[in-house]
């Protein structure tokens, strides 16, 4: 039992300590169509779940007992080349039933062709370089041939860089004869590529003859798989079929005919094409890019300044997980590092970069990678920084939560109001409308607008103009009870701003914030505040002012439209209200002669009374009671004016002369008027005082002694 399970154990691969993962290229033991002797599957490991690639050959299948030598001579030489570029093989496993190559996680090239979207221009040339690198290393510093390079054969790893595996035909030109070369034809990876001409011609015993050109078979190979990359993948199957080089790039194509000759002397080498390319076709922004990204520790300010600056426009050519797993990995590390005690310029040079090439993360690497840096750059005090951060916030806010944004980057965020720099403290004000929407209820009604009411303060007007303008863009965000008198007071004040643009804005915030305001607050705060600036110096702000203007009375009549009309029998009841209130009243009024003769004295015209109460007056010596209850004051038709009132100015009974002696601060002085019977009421009334008329005078003297007593304090009980 225990010799089957491990048996069973040697077959799964739970001997070794790897998790063997899903299958990603099967071999030719399961699949006679394939280019491969091997089964290769996504892998972990078990001690700290690492990522990797497992290599499987399994030794007992019958249908891949051919390949067992080739397989044995792929596990030894992979196992010692450790050369750039070249598949990095972390550990290596046989048993007497299979063979486990375990290397860095990658994927075939094939499959990355076939699933992805299409490479670009630049991203081919990048790859082609790195595969010319390990060509060379080696050719030259490994003394090796290769002999199997071929699309089959390459592989990317997780940063999209290419590695070059296949070592199954690997030999050391010193040390090894050439015998591996006759097993060639017979491994499909080999086959799946074009040979060079001497090769097909004689075969594995022209090798040895050719000495240090031997390594030009790889060469010719690169510019096989050269021409195929950039034409579509198309197998090339006769050289003759290589004249075209319309879709290789122009600078590259020459030479990539050098690489495709059929003398072998003339032919370059991986080396030479290496050399020649480094001046030319591989001097590209992203080569570059990826050769100075390991030294970037080493170097100088300047230096990192200039390398910087080679990243722009990279963004596009990048392979896929060149960015997440090669770029941004050591930019952070770099500014991380950085030391910001001069000027901060490498520091905010690193964060523009990590920021600009992060939107292409997904959220997972996004969260891992560059979250982070942006929380803990909120708390550098280092003004280049915050700018930087302030100015692509639109780029990176929607990737945070709303709990990150309240709780870790509001409380940092804020502190730039109260900068000594007026450009911090724009951008600040500015930075507020991608983070509202993510704020607590308390940051933004509370803690934001006390920040807000000072920036509107502030002396510099560009920054008063945008609090409006901020203002008026978060107010549907803002709480419903109290966010029209936040609104109104702030508007009505910018509406006093010395600066145009600032009352410009705040007429249009005024309009655009109609929704916000019930018809009652139109009509009672809003309307009085815009009317103002309808006579503004600034015809654009009388402008604006007036188009605000209509479209809250617009607001206001359709409110308007909307009330009940007044129903008959209200209407009918209010009118006998009114007619009782008058019917009340006429007792305190004078009759229609006397005022028309107050009328003709002063030049005026009364209109004649509708009925024959005409020149009548009350009888003040005639006490009358109403329906109400309350007794009228008798008509006074028997009063007789002396002569002289048609001649004096004014005269209402009072001494005009006596009362402009008196201080205007104390009361007028009574006038008695004395009946000749005592005037019984049930209820005082009080006495009110009759505007004097200019030019009007009665005498004192009266002709009918009336001594009428008035209880002053009567008004308040009457009323």
Known sequence: MNFLANALGSLTGSSIPYNIGDRIVTGVGSDYSSNSIWNVYLGTKKENNMACTIFEFELTNPSTSKYVQLARNALKKQRSMKLPSVLNTLD????????????????????????????????????IYQITTALKFINLEGGSLHGNVSS????????????????????????????????????????????????????????????????????????VLIYE????????????????????????????????????????????????????????????????????????????????????????????????????????????????????????????????????????????????????????????????????????????????????????????????????????????????????????????????????????????????????????????????????????????????????????????????????????????AVAPALLDQSSKVRMEAQAAFDSYVNKIREAAADLPEDKPDTIESQSQEQQHIQDNMGAFTLGWGALSKISDKIGGKIVDPPDSTRDSTPDLLKPATSETGIQQLPKVSNLKIDDDFEEEDNGWGFDIDEEEQKPATKPAPKTALRPSKPLQTTRSVPAKRIPKAPGLQLKPTNKLKLDLEIDEDGWNDGW
């Open 229 to 528: 990359l950039f034409n579509e993948g198309k197998s090339v199957t006769d050289i003759s079929q290589t004249t075209n080089m319309t879709k290789i790039p122009r600078n590259m194509g020459a030479h990539v005919k050098k690489l495709l000759n059929q003398s072998v002397n003339v032919r370059y080498s991986a080396e030479q094409f290496l050399k020649t390319g480094e001046t030319s076709f591989f001097e590209t922004p992203l080569i570059k890019c990826y050769k100075e990204l390991s030294e970037i520790s080493f170097r100088a300010d300047d230096e990192k300044l200039s390398f910087l600056d080679t990243l722009e426009g990279i963004e596009n050519d990048c392979p896929p997980g060149f960015v997440e797993s090669k770029l941004l990995p050591e930019l952070i590390k770099q500014f991380g590092l950085e030391n910001t005690a001069s000027d901060g310029t490498s520091q905010s040079a690193l964060l523009y970069h990590i920021l600009k090439f992060s939107p292409s993360l997904k959220t997972e690497a996004y969260s891992r990678l560059v979250k982070p840096v942006i929380i803990k750059s909120f708390t550098l005090a280092d003004r280049a920084v915050r700018m930087m951060l302030l100015t692509s916030l639109p780029r990176y806010v929607e990737s945070f939560t709303n709990y990150e944004v309240s709780d870790k980057i509001f409380n940092h965020l804020i502190t730039g109001f109260n900068d000594t720099s007026p450009a911090i403290r724009e951008e600040t004000v500015k930075a507020i409308l991608p983070i509202a929407d993510k704020l607590t209820d308390r940051q933004l009604n509370n803690d934001l607008l006390r920040h807000l009411a000072k920036s509107q303060n502030d002396e510099k007007p560009e920054i008063r103009t945008n609090t409006v303008i901020c203002l008026g863009k978060i107010a549907g965000l803002l709480n419903h009870n109290s966010r029209p008198g936040v609104l109104v007071t702030a508007f009505t004040k910018s509406l006093k701003d010395p600066f145009v643009p600032a009352r410009i804005s705040a007429v249009m915030s005024l309009a655009s914030c109609i929704d916000y305001f019930s018809p009652e607050v139109c009509c009672s705060r809003v309307l009085s």
């Open 92 to 127: 290596t496993f046989e048993t007497d039933s299979v063979i486990y190559i375990v290397t860095e996680r990658v994927q075939p090239l094939e499959t990355v062709l076939a699933n992805n979207e299409p490479l670009s221009q630049q991203a081919f040339i990048f790859g």
């Open 152 to 223: 089959s054969s390459i592989y990317i790893t997780e940063s999209g860089e290419w590695r070059l595996g296949g070592f199954e035909l690997a030999t050391n030109i010193k040390t090894d004869d050439f015998g591996i070369f006759n097993m060639a034809y017979q491994l499909p990876s080999f086959n799946s590529s074009l040979a060079p001409p001497e090769f097909i011609n004689q075969g594995a015993s022209v090798l040895p003859t050719l000495g240090r050109h031997a390594v030009k078979l790889d060469s010719f190979k690169l510019g």
